[in-house]
Nanobody, 123 residues
Framework: VQLQAFGGGLVQAGGSLRLSCAAS????????MGWFRQAPGKEREFACA????????YYADFVRGRFAISRDNAKNTMTLQMNSLKPEDTAVYYC?????????????????WGQGTEVTVSS
């Protein structure tokens, strides 16, 4: 499956952004999905994930309550609504798809990755 992430940009602290991930090539609903991020000079880290049906979600502590992941299997898209953004949320955000059951947090469990979209939060 091919993934394309978009929607990043520059936003002030406290603001919001909505990222999207468009999938093509294979049956989208067969894949668990996730968002990861990589800040400058740091390793890629898990942000949130959603199950194949969208019925289960899981968030890293640092985004829980501020970010919301969702998916539309009819449109082959996944979104990440990011609210109350902080400067430490500055990173390149990647969407990923994996042949998984439920929600998974490890990058090694994902088989396909989008190219990333950059989010910059100014203070």
């Amino acid at each position: 499956v091919q993934l394309q992430a978009f929607g990043g940009g520059l936003v002030q602290a406290g603001g919001s952004l909505r990222l999207s991930c468009a999938a093509s090539g294979r049956t989208f609903m067969n894949y668990g999905m996730g968002w990861f991020r990589q800040a400058p000079g740091k390793e890629r880290e898990f942000a949130c994930a959603i199950s194949r049906s969208g019925g289960s979600t899981y968030y890293a502590d640092f985004v829980r309550g501020r970010f919301a992941i969702s998916r539309d299997n009819a449109k082959n898209t996944m979104t990440l609504q990011m609210n109350s953004l902080k400067p430490e949320d500055t990173a390149v955000y990647y969407c990923a798809a994996g042949d998984t059951v439920g929600v998974v947090t490890r990058a090694t469990q994902y088989d396909y990755w989008g190219q990333g979209t950059e989010v910059t939060v100014s203070s």
